[in-house]
């Protein structure tokens, strides 16, 4: 059985919650669960924090079960990768990153929280690794292809909920690994980008629960072009907001840089969320080809926030232009 | 010999191609790659062309000259398929997009008057083109270094973020432009002197 997250699922996941809210008034302490991180930092000894899951609404959307989905084949997924730090082509990530050392792996977390540390990725995950959930998710690249792809992982704010964020806190900054002697794609003299890549969401958009720190993909961890480790998933943004090989979690009261829309800000936005009548300036965004395996793919219409706009539309009042 | 050698090297390319589309080799994205490898092989053979009267020129050997318009020839064949590539899989033939897109979209009219400028060389290929327009036809085909700078553009636009590629492309363009101008300063003032 797998886990899916798309629109069907959410109306019926509207019904379902309505029923068991009715269900669970009388039992309201069952909306709470402790959860547990350990740290291996010394400075940082949060082995056991308790995490309070926020009020529901129904804007919230949780993934539920859902019978099988087709899915793009793990060939393609792990073979058609952007990852710029082993390369621009996109068969580099999966042919280059032979040196890539995954483990041992900490993250830091720092900036505005009252527990901050450095992580294991191990420990950060919460469960074994085949425990974890796992999430079928529309993954939308800003050069308009997708690909269906199983995640697993938790959702990101379990992690940062543990580290408690202060209340200063209104953005959670990513910041990827720096190790051009691994990754052939940071040493070259041609790239335009800054090394390391950075991302940024709005605490609020972190706090999402469709943002998923996610751990591999295809129940497989050790697959560095999908940005293994550590990397997130944010289903309703241009695939490069989701960022890989992550090594530090900052929270911040100021907007912090992102690498793309550094390089270049009129063709990427800060937020770059996925909108089909936002053209790119260099071509359009109004269709995508769905790759579902080798030279298997479809043309087919984008949709607004990749489809999530029932989950995520809310987080962005006003002028769509702004969250381009 | 030498035009089977010709018509050989330029084919091998694209029969790669063909044979990879057929046996699923071309990656994961074979569109892509068509598109891709279409475009890269329009330019090789695009700079050949340049460089013939320069090779023929160092190496004494004339008959080169000749092969301008084979090779000429199958840049029009390979800007082509990239255009009817482009067409197919990016917009579908969604020909209303196509003008959006020209409009919009400044690297696809630098690709779309590169092939104008291919499909006016390539149709006035023959002798009785060439009878007929006569002193025109020089300066006609002149402008397959305006194709060379367009295409050169039209590379660079599209690049994301590794100018590598684009920017060597770029500047054997400008090599070549700057070569042919001393070579017909330096006939201009050997006839005049």
Redesign the interface.
């Given at each position: 059985m797998v886990r899916v997250t798309d629109q069907s699922v959410y109306k019926r996941r509207k019904f379902i919650a309505g029923a068991l809210g009715l269900a669970a008034l009388g039992s309201f302490s069952t909306l709470r669960y402790r959860g547990r991180m350990s740290a291996r930092a010394a400075q940082a000894p949060s082995d056991e924090l308790t995490i309070e899951e926020p009020a529901p609404s129904t804007s919230d959307h949780s993934p539920i079960n859902l019978a099988e989905r087709r899915i793009t084949t793990k060939?393609?997924a792990t073979?058609?990768n952007n990852a710029?730090e082993f390369g621009?082509n996109?068969?580099d990530p999966a042919q280059r990153s032979g040196d890539f050392q995954m483990r041992p792996w900490t993250v830091t977390i720092d900036g505005l929280c009252h527990r901050p540390g450095t992580f294991d990725v191990d420990d950060l995950m919460g469960t074994p690794f085949n425990q974890l959930e796992e999430r079928i998710y529309d993954f939308r690249c800003v050069?308009a292809?997708s690909m269906v792809i199983p995640y697993n992982g938790r959702p990101l704010r379990d992690i940062l909920a543990a580290v408690e964020p202060m209340g200063s806190a209104r953005y959670v900054a990513f910041t990827s690994v720096l190790r051009p002697e691994e990754m052939p794609g940071q040493a070259?003299?041609?790239?335009?980008?800054e090394w390391p890549y950075v991302e940024a969401l709005t605490l609020q958009e972190a706090m999402h629960p469709l943002a998923f720190a996610t751990f591999g993909v295809y129940g497989d961890r050790q697959l560095p072009q999908n940005g293994m480790p550590f990397r997130i998933t944010l289903p309703w943004k241009y695939g490069f907001k989701s960022t890989k090989f992550i090594v530090r979690i900052t929270f911040t009261e100021e907007q912090p840089p992102a690498t793309w829309n550094l390089?270049n800000p009129r063709e990427y936005g800060w937020y770059s969320n996925v909108y089909p009548d936002i053209?790119h300036?260099?071509?359009?965004q109004a269709?995508e080809?769905r790759?579902w395996?080798?030279?298997d793919?479809t043309?087919m219409p984008s949709r607004p926030y990749n489809g999530y706009a029932d989950a995520v539309a809310h987080l962005y009042l006003g002028e769509k232009k702004q969250y381009r | 010999m030498i035009r089977l050698f010709v018509h050989g090297a330029c084919a091998t390319p694209a029969l790669l191609l063909l044979a990879g589309w057929f046996n699923?080799r071309?990656?994961?994205?074979?569109?892509?790659t068509l598109i891709w490898e279409s475009g890269i092989w329009t330019f090789n053979l695009l700079l050949v062309v340049l460089l013939l009267p320069i090779v023929a020129n160092w190496t004494q050997w004339p008959t080169l000259h000749r092969y301008r318009r084979a090779v000429g020839l199958w840049v029009f064949s390979y800007a082509t398929c990239h255009f009817l590539f482009f067409i197919t899989?990016?917009l579908?033939w969604d020909l209303a997009?196509l003008g959006?897109?020209l409009r919009?979209?400044?690297?696809i009219v630098f690709g779309f008057c590169a092939w104008l400028i291919l499909v006016a060389m390539a149709a006035t290929s023959n002798r009785a083109a060439i009878r007929w327009l006569r002193k025109k036809w020089r300066v006609l085909h002149l402008w397959v270094y305006a194709a060379a700078g367009l295409a050169a553009i039209h590379y660079l636009?599209?690049v994301?973020?590794?100018?590598?590629w684009a920017?060597t492309y770029a500047g054997i363009v400008i090599l070549l432009i700057t070569a042919r101008f001393i070579r017909v300063r330096k006939r201009r003032t050997a006839r005049d002197g």
């Open positions: 060939y393609a073979h058609y710029y621009w996109k068969s050069e292809w070259s003299l041609f790239s335009s980008l390089t053209d300036p260099r071509w359009s269709t080809r790759i395996g080798e030279g793919i043309r | 699923n071309l990656g994961v994205d074979p569109e892509k899989f990016l579908g997009r959006e897109e919009e979209r400044p690297y636009l599209m994301r973020s590794h100018y590598g920017g």
